[in-house]
């Protein structure tokens, strides 16, 4: 296989197509990297800005460039040697008009070719949805929006066909339902006689029209988490699983892309099963590939949310996860746990919110439950419901008992989901149910502790009724836990614990504020010897806070005493420009005391208080950032019901605070400048890491410079690579470390490493991971690590907790080690000549050396020694 080397991950939308990525080939070339990591590239919506809103997986992107744009992207890719990894979407569909096998269900109902494509219960338990679609589209109840005329009927871009308007949605009348054709242009839908005939009309119709509101409760097709526009595909059935593939097989089969991304795994109902066919179909092509494209097999990796001691099966036959687990075991490694107490107490002084994330979560678990997926959790209670009448034991087992013990289970559920079958439960499965069912018990109503129970055998697989019946039942349960865990975790709970928000990102373990470098070296170990070509990441346009700015905020662990002072110090300040609503601040000294933590961390570095544009600008970005995360948190706004009075005061804080030269700004500031050298250590380290450790690294696009992005859209923001491909060329001098906050020197690192890798492939791809000890009084303060393969080897140390190195009289210098009594212990099969790859000079490393030798004018460095 041709392994990728490293990938830089671009997202392509209309504004950046094919053709802008073909100009770039060169830079991209020059940088290191081997792969470029696509978005999704099939036809998706009018203007998608990120492409997951497939509506045709059989068609290039006219958008993009079409087809014929691909072939010329992948042609200029080839001549600098460069390979294409493509993001596929297999769980899901964006519905409407412009989907044309959603129309064909509409139109023909359970006799469209293209109904099973789709998860439809066609047998819902509310009788007026038997054999219909619910579309939650209407933007007030049924009988308002059809008394209000805003549902019409017209014709179609064909003449001889009829459709339903709905605003921008358009919706097909199925054939031979209007008998008169003449009449529909004198029809009049505001009329009672117009109403009552449209809505007779739509009766007739395999679709429902419905409020928006009713869809957590009534919808009978299961979506992309609780989101009515995506539609969830049964890829497990072999037709849908051809039409969805069959255009990305083509294009591995004819060489123009190498690997694939998997899109949210853990959505389909079989992802091993899934994983083992798609790669015996990409296996089965690589005879078929051109001479010129790269050898199979095809790189293979799947987003997967990994929790704390899960990991990815290896019967899958993937290469590995795209790189979520990697950036929080990176994370974790920078904050010192001597924070997490004071910061704990910090959080709860200011916000009354529970002082650990385990609280947070199972109550976000429960309200996410009951207002996005109490539908989907019906539909497992009827399963279950139909699995406890089949026997005689468990038929006196009501539907309410069911769900208040399904309930409990999932409010208690550790991870995403597991892959239990009938007769067939991993170990890691039954530890994972033991535990949800244990604390299930202790919060379940005590009468209902057998049930829990009993619910605990069934779902792992236990073999009770006829396999179909309990295999759907499993099926249905597994693809409720995945999206509930994400939409209550990720997309809530981050959003309400505002400890450290650092520790608050896309596959993070938020409960975990630390780790000691022997923890992270035994996972990098573990890694090297099961995915050793896993991808690695510290940035995804799915992230919550860029990779730089979740580094900055790290050093604040370090400084505990000191964020807290000033923290409760602008709260103060605060107060008398907030708005009072009886009951407390708006926003909430909970809420400032997260903003404050965002301001900081993404505080640009050549932003300057009297600059009133570049103000203006990072005011703008925050204002966006902040109204998202109130909507996401559901504390005091939410995006189905926005609390206009509270983000209007909260706005208004943010925009009094960037008015003018406030001492309130000024503090900081100040406080970002302060911390920011220590920051700019950690993203360095971190960065370092993700080129060096056991993997693939991937470059998400433009964080070769500083990454302080916020949320999306925050962090799909343009990309400036004009300014990257001149600076390119930079040597490492006093002058390029002096000038570190421009960016260009994270750009020298990242270039200098991939070189290093270009021209030692094997050793980063194959060779073993040695933990090097450090000893002496700052030893806590060094991490350092060996690739060792035959006679090639790589030495790489960084600093941690920098703040303590950090001199007054340097506030903007990069901070370094300044102990000479610390020492780096390498073993004998390591020790040797090196070449210092940053540095440009040549170090005899001996058995015991020096950690001031390695990091005494910098606060990273890689070493290597190559073979003769």
């Known amino acids: 296989m041709s392994l990728p080397r490293a990938t830089m991950r671009l997202q392509f939308h209309r504004g950046f197509t094919f053709a802008d990525a073909r100009a770039l080939a060169p830079y991209f070339a020059s940088l290191g990297i ?84 789709f998860d439809i219960d066609w047998n819902a338990p509310n009788s007026n949805l038997r054999g219909k679609l619910l579309l939650p589209v209407l933007g007030r109840p049924y009988g308002e929006a059809l008394d209000g005329g805003e549902i019409t009927l017209g014709r179609g871009d064909d003449a001889s066909a009829f459709i339903v308007r709905y605003f921008d949605h358009v919706f097909p009348v199925a054939a031979g339902d209007i008998a ?73 089969a004819d060489g123009v892309i190498d690997g694939l991304r998997i899109d949210h795994i853990d ?77 704990t107490e910090l959080w709860h002084r200011v916000s009354g919110r529970p002082t650990d994330f385990a609280s947070e979560e199972e109550l976000a678990r429960r309200q996410i439950l009951e207002r996005s997926f109490s539908g989907q959790r019906d539909l497992v209670v009827e399963y279950l419901y139909a699995l406890a009448q089949s026997s005689l034991v468990t038929r006196d087992c009501s539907r309410p008992a069911i769900r208040r013990a399904l309930t409990e289970i999932l409010a208690h559920f550790p991870v995403y989901r597991i892959y239990a079958r009938v007769d067939h439960a991993s170990p890691s499965d039954r530890a994972v149910l033991a535990q949800a069912v244990g604390r299930a018990r202790q919060t379940c109503l005590p009468g209902d502790k057998w049930l829990v129970t009993r619910l605990g055998e069934w779902l792992l697989g236990e073999r009770f009724a006829l396999d179909a019946l309990q295999n759907g039942t499993l099926a249905r349960f597994q693809q409720l836990s995945a999206p509930l865990c994400a939409k209550a975790v990720e997309d809530t709970a981050f959003y309400r614990y505002g400890r450290l928000i650092s520790r608050n990102d896309v596959g993070f373990d938020a409960r975990l504020f630390a780790c000691s470098a022997a923890e992270f070296h035994r996972k990098m170990k573990a890694r090297a010897a099961d995915f050793p070509h896993t991808m690695l990441a510290t940035a995804t346009h799915d992230h919550k806070r860029g990779e730089d700015v979740r580094a900055r905020l790290a050093v604040l662990s370090e400084l505990p005493q000191e964020w807290s002072r000033a923290v409760e ?15 407390g601040l708006m926003p909430s000294p909970g809420d400032l005391a997260i903003a404050f933590l965002t301001i ?112 999306d859209p925050d962090n799909r923001s343009d990309v400036d690579f004009a300014v990257r491909r001149k600076s390119q060329d930079a040597a490492l001098s006093d002058d390029l470390a002096a000038q570190w906050p421009d960016g260009r020197l994270k750009q020298f690192l990242i270039k ?98 020096k950690a001031s030798a390695i990091l005494g004018a910098f606060p990273v460095a890689v070493l290597s020694r190559c073979p003769g």
């Open 752 to 849: 200098r490493v991939l070189g290093l890798r270009k021209e030692m492939p094997a050793l980063f791809s194959e060779g073993n991971y040695q933990p090097l000890e450090t000893a002496g009084p700052m030893a806590a303060h060094v991490v350092a690590f060996a690739r060792l393969r035959q006679d090639s080897a790589a030495i790489v140390a960084f600093c941690r907790h920098t703040a303590r190195f950090m001199a007054t009289d340097e506030q903007r210098a990069l901070p370094f080690l300044r102990c000479t009594n610390t020492e780096i212990h390498v073993p004998a099969e390591c020790c040797g000549i090196y070449s210092d790859a940053l540095r440009g000079r040549t170090l005899s490393i001996p058995p015991t050396v």
């Open 180 to 252: 008169n054709d003449a009449a529909i242009d004198d029809f009049d839908p505001t009329s009672p006689q117009g109403r009552a005939q449209l809505h007779d009309l739509l009766q007739r119709q395999n679709y429902r029209l419905a409020w928006w509101r009713l869809a957590n409760d009534e919808i009978n097709w299961r979506r992309f988490f609780d989101i009515n526009e995506l539609a969830a595909l049964r890829v497990e059935d072999d037709e849908v699983f051809e039409a969805i593939h069959a255009t990305v097989l083509r294009l591995y």
């Open 267 to 343: 959505g389909l109902s079989q992802p091993e099963t899934y994983c083992r066919k798609l790669r015996a179909r990409l296996n089965a092509l690589d005879e078929k590939r051109p001479a010129h494209a790269s050898p199979g097999p095809a790189y293979l990796v799947v987003e997967k949310i990994l929790a704390r001691d899960e990991n990815l099966p290896k019967t899958w036959l993937t290469d590995g996860t795209t790189g979520y687990d990697f950036m929080d075991q990176v994370s974790a490694l920078q904050h010192d746990p001597a924070g997490e107490r004071p910061l």
């Open 600 to 711: 900081v961390g993404a505080w640009p570095l050549d932003l300057r208080l009297d600059d009133r544009p570049a103000l203006d600008a990072y005011c703008h970005r925050i204002l966006r950032w902040q109204q998202k995360a109130l909507r996401e948190a559901k504390l005091h706004s939410d995006w189905s019901e926005p609390n206009e009075a509270y983000e209007r005061a909260a706005a208004e804080f943010v925009a009094w605070l960037f008015a003018g030269r406030r001492p309130l700004l000024e503090n900081i500031a100040a406080f970002a400048h302060r911390i920011a050298p220590a920051g700019a250590a950690n993203g360095l380290a971190q960065v370092l890491l993700k080129l060096t450790a056991p993997g693939v690294p991937d470059i998400y696009q433009g964080t070769e410079y500083w990454d302080l992005s916020l949320v």
């Open 569 to 583: 110090r602008w709260i103060a300040l605060a107060a008398p420009h907030c708005t009072s609503d009886g009951t």
């Open 34 to 117: 081997s792969h470029i990591y696509a978005s999704p590239i099939m036809t998706a919506r009018l203007g998608s800005p990120h492409g997951y809103d497939v509506v045709d997986p059989t068609r290039v992107n006219p958008e993009l460039g079409g087809e014929a744009e691909l072939l010329r992207l992948v042609e200029e890719l080839r001549r600098h040697e460069l390979g294409l990894i493509v993001d596929i979407v297999p769980n899901h569909m964006a519905v409407g008009s412009d989907n044309r096998w959603w129309m064909d269900v509409l139109v023909r109902g359970q006799k469209s070719r293209y109904a099973k494509y």
